[in-house]
């Protein structure tokens, strides 16, 4: 049995080729809203996140994808109910050798994951935590944004408002 269980998939990102034309397409034809953009200094290709519900994203962008590959799966991401199964996820991902190329908190979001892949090399994450956007549409503002690089960091230098439940032993 598992030590973790995946509630449901919560986002998807992809490489695009043209960025703006994608973000009208899923804005203007699909409904979505658009809770947070990366500049080209942060991501290059510049990178937009898109919401259908209150979770910070569902749907992210990556701009600069190549012309000649169209459009590819950026990574695609699992949440998980507690952050105690984030933490169980990393142990038993490592019991099993799989690959893991990120722990910690990114930025916009500020989800806690774990990040790795597949046998094919695809990207996958599993997460707790995701801001939620109310009705009102408001967002954390950029620099409430703290970045980690593991999971133990993203537990000691919390962002506000985000409450991290007690981990067990």
Known sequence: M????LRKLGHVVL???DLEASVRFY?????????DRYPDTMVPGGMVFM????DHH???LVGGASKTERSSLNHFA???ATLDEVFRARAWLSKHDVPIVFEGRRRAGCQIA?????????NLEVYWGIDQVGTNGHVRPASEWRQARTLEDAVANVVPGQRLP???S
């Open 2 to 5: 598992l030590p973790f269980q």
């Open 166 to 168: 007690r981990l067990s």
């Open 78 to 80: 699992f949440e998980v």
């Open 51 to 54: 919401r259908c519900n209150a």
């Open 15 to 17: 490489n695009v080729t």
């Open 27 to 35: 804005t203007g034809v699909l409904g979505l809203e658009v809770s």
């Open 114 to 122: 774990v990040e790795f892949q597949d046998p094919d090399g695809n």
């Open 58 to 60: 569902g749907v992210a």
